[in-house]
C-alpha cells in the first residue's frame, strides 16, 4: 500500500512549492494604438499596456 501524503516541510520537497503567486489588477483599455505597425511593434494593441523594458543589469 502506497502513501500519498507528503510531509512538505521536509527540505526534499522544497521543489514541490509553487514559485510565486501573481496578483493582476483588472485593467481597463479605453484606447488602442490608431497606426497597426506601431502596435505591432509594441507587442499590444493597447497604449496602456506598453511597457518597455529601460532596466539594467544588476552590476556591483
Known sequence: MQNFSK?????EYVDQYPIAMAYVPWQQQ???????????????IFPELEKPFVGRRCVK
Open 7 to 11: 510531509n512538505y516541510n521536509q527540505p
Open 30 to 44: 479605453a484606447t488602442v494604438f490608431e497606426d497597426l505597425n506601431a502596435a505591432f511593434y509594441a507587442g499590444t
